[in-house]
């Protein structure tokens, strides 16, 4: 059989656009209550999605101290998003991200052991270090930890809750005491006796996933991960993001073929070209000029709040200011550079821009383009950022799910009840049996 | 009288934890008309078998309707910005139906070894604080913050979006949270500790206090030492049979002894003992001797009884679980 693809769907709060609770499908009032959340999860499980992801933040977005009153919330807590929606399907996978940097590794260790045994075999965890500064000021940390640090400490997070998974033997349970054993785990962060307050995961571990393309987080992704999220906008990036995670994976001795690398992927669909062009003008008009202004802000940190819309980008004054842009900041200032550019238009290019490869078109294009990602070693598969929730998933079911299936990269139906069948991840053995 | 049933009970669990079994004890004790169902974690029949129970209250959100859903985050090694977190979601997934359970200490202090020992004067000082902070952090989105407003593209109020600054002996927290302020404004948080350190954090800090005694006159020393404000609860374990003669074989079968006040006898029994207890409190936190068999009898057969006098209402009177506990909903603390 060829290569087959991988699905997930990544939820959002309203939709992937950022003025999507402004659309006139969107019942915003619906963002914080379970059925919202159900009735996409059901859209996927129709789909049959290999899994339904969440986010996390751990602060406010703000300006200038407030938060962007503009723009819809984050994720709700993803594990408990989760496990609502666990409980109402019967094999979408389940991935929550949670910060190894705010966090201690047994209660982790636990929550996803429980959402793996109540989900049967369901569960992932997006394994994070939290970037943002900010987070820190919420817990009790006066800044952030430095990177290198933070991924130690995810490593040594994560090996200490392997222990503690493998802490029972498979098919031990509570009687069986001579089968249950403390790992003892001990580093230079975490002392942890353990073992576990329940039997082995049905999964063994929750899948393991990744998210981050900077050098330590490709190591960490290579060194623990099981799938990655990542952004890539071009096949030819995306291809030696590929080989360049499968190269990390095999000098630490692991196989490719336990790493499912899923590119973000936006997609606005039309019966026509023409017509999915039509509606992307019609997101990209929801979004009011001020968040365009505020994404201007935080990319380049100049404070742009108080100038007229309709003056020209300060491009000189931006360079001055700040002297480390990165590089979308600097493509943008070429583009005013070349060619005159008022802060309007700088502000509307911003909320047409994403960080995760955006798709316009007709859902054959759409297939044929994800198929060739995937023939060409560009992605085992993608997660899914639909503009709009449930709406757009549910029309990506209807539509690309068939197409993709009938052109043989996509399953008809799940062949297993667990994540790890979803995405053919082995099942880690776990300790040997002492039984006797 | 408040009644609430807390898990785990003697008798036949589950190998694993399983979302099956939490689900038909969920909708037993709906069916009984139960303000609330409280997990601490423990899911086996003895021993250090704990789950997370929040994960689980929030895997139940679907399965049940008006029943209260409580879960335990124990307050020694948690982040005040988490717990309020992961209460803001589960508070609205339950349509405001969840409680917190703040309980001091997960019992597996070994497990933590990494983190500073910590004074036990300073071990309940930083549970109040940590308590505080999750209130501040619930509060920091006024109700009116979420405004909706498509036409002017205003999704939220900033103005009425608080950090809330607080730096204080143990936590330094900035906030806002990034989440609505919870359905019930403040989920209620109920405690279980009679320790004199136990009573001063739930006069403190506790919305309900779940008491564990060995003899009901203790309840009215327990009342003094917490003021007015928190519902008081009496834990009561319960084993019942058709007949006195029967119930007491049944108890001795099990082997060990019930913990704490304990009733055991018929359901007509148990109606007039509960009318009893109800009046030295506000209400009674039951604890079914063997699960699955204990928590049927009692829906089944004492219930009916119990619905028949005054003391419990014959359904769901209020929306939110405070509604049903009879508890105000507070305003935010930085409302003007």
């Not at chain 1, 963002?31 to 009735?39: K, V």
Request: net charge neutral.
């Amino acid at each position: 059989m060829t290569r087959q693809l991988h699905l997930g769907v990544f939820i959002y709060p309203g939709g992937h656009h950022i003025a999507a609770w402004r659309h006139p499908k969107m019942q915003a009032e619906r963002i914080t209550e379970l059925d919202y959340y159900i009735e996409s999860a059901q859209h996927a499980e129709r789909g049959k999605f290999d899994l339904f992801f969440v986010g996390d933040a751990l602060n406010a977005r703000e300006r200038e101290g407030k938060v962007v009153g503009e723009i819809a919330i984050n994720n709700l807590d993803p594990v408990s998003v989760v496990s609502a929606v666990g409980s109402v399907t019967t094999h979408l996978g389940l991935v929550a991200t949670l910060s190894t940097t705010y966090n201690e590794p047994a209660s982790i260790a636990a929550k996803f052991a429980t959402l793996d045994h109540l989900s049967g075999g369901r569960a992932g965890w997006n394994v994070v270090t939290t970037l943002d500064e900010k987070a820190a000021l919420n817990f009790s940390r006066a800044k952030a930890m430095e990177k290198s640090l933070r991924y130690q400490r995810a490593q040594s997070f994560v090996d200490c809750c392997k222990a503690l998974w493998d802490s029972w033997e498979d098919g031990a349970t509570a009687a069986d005491s001579l089968r249950i054993k403390a790992p003892m785990y001990r580093s230079q962060y975490f002392s942890v006796d353990g073992p576990l307050g329940m039997p082995r995961p049905p999964q063994g571990w929750p899948v393991l996933v990744q998210a981050g393309g900077s050098e330590p987080g490709r190591d960490f992704a290579a060194s623990i991960g099981e799938a990655i999220f990542t952004a890539q906008g071009k096949l030819s990036d995306a291809q030696a993001f590929r080989a360049d995670i499968h190269a990390r994976m095999v000098k630490r001795g692991r196989s490719p073929d336990g790493i499912k690398i899923m590119p973000g992927l936006s997609p606005i669909l039309g019966d026509t070209e023409e017509a999915s062009k039509r509606r992307e003008e019609e997101f990209a008009e929801l979004a009011h000029p001020s968040v365009g202004v505020w994404m201007l802000t935080e990319m380049t940190k100049f404070r742009l709040y108080d100038h007229p819309l309709d003056q020209q980008l300060p491009t000189k004054d931006i360079r001055a200011f700040n002297p480390a842009l990165g590089m979308n900041a600097l493509s943008l200032l070429e583009r005013a550079e070349r060619a005159p550019m008022t802060i309007r238009d700088a502000a509307r290019i911003m909320v047409r821009s994403r960080v995760h490869q955006s798709f316009v078109g007709t859902p054959d294009q759409l297939a044929d383009h994800m198929a060739q990602w995937l023939h060409e070693g560009g992605s085992d598969g993608f997660n899914i950022l639909p503009p709009l929730f449930p709406g757009e998933l549910g029309l990506f079911v209807d539509q690309v799910v068939p197409a993709l299936q009938k052109r043989g990269v996509f399953r008809r139906d799940y062949t297993g009840p667990t994540l790890r069948d979803h995405l053919g991840l082995p099942r880690p053995p776990g300790r040997p049996s002492t039984r006797t | 009288m408040i009644l609430t049933v807390s898990t785990p009970g003697h008798g036949v669990h589950p190998a694993a934890p399983s979302l099956a079994w939490f689900r038909t004890l969920t909708r037993t004790a709906e069916r009984g008309g139960f303000d609330a169902i409280l997990f601490d974690g423990a899911w086996g029949p003895a021993g250090p078998f704990t789950i997370d129970p929040v994960p689980l209250i929030a895997a139940l959100a679907s399965s049940s309707k008006q029943i209260g859903l409580g879960a335990a985050i124990a307050l020694d090694h948690a982040e005040p910005f988490n717990i309020a977190r992961s209460y803001a979601a589960i508070d609205r997934l339950t349509a405001g139906r969840s409680a917190w359970i703040a309980a001091m200490g997960t019992g597996r202090a070994a497990d933590f070894a990494h983190a500073p020992p910590m004074a036990p004067a300073d071990r309940w000082a930083r549970a109040a604080e940590s308590v505080a902070v999750v209130r501040k952090l619930w509060d920091s989105w006024e109700d009116e913050a979420v405004i909706l407003d498509k036409p002017n593209g205003r999704f939220s109020n900033p103005d009425v979006i608080h950090p809330i600054n607080h730096s204080g002996q143990y936590f330094s927290v900035r906030g806002p949270l990034n989440a609505p302020r919870p359905l019930q404004g403040n989920p209620p948080v109920f405690q279980r500790d009679v320790s004199a350190e136990g009573l001063a954090l739930a006069r403190e800090t506790a919305d309900v206090l779940i008491a564990p005694v060995g003899d009901a006159s203790a309840l009215a020393g327990i009342r003094r030492a917490i003021g007015e404000r928190p519902r008081l609860l009496v834990r009561l374990a319960v084993l019942l049979a058709e007949t006195d003669a029967e119930a007491k074989s049944r108890a001795k079968e099990l082997g060990a002894p019930l913990e704490g006040l304990s009733f055991v006898g018929t359901p007509g029994g148990l109606v007039t003992h509960l009318a009893k207890l109800s009046t030295l409190c506000d209400g009674i936190d039951l604890w079914p001797a063997v699960l699955a068999t204990d928590l049927d009898l009692l829906v089944d057969q004492a219930v009916p009884r119990l619905r028949a006098t005054s003391l419990r209402p014959a359904t769901y009177r209020g929306r939110t679980l405070r509604e049903n506990l009879g508890l105000a909903r507070p305003r935010s603390q930085f409302a003007a």
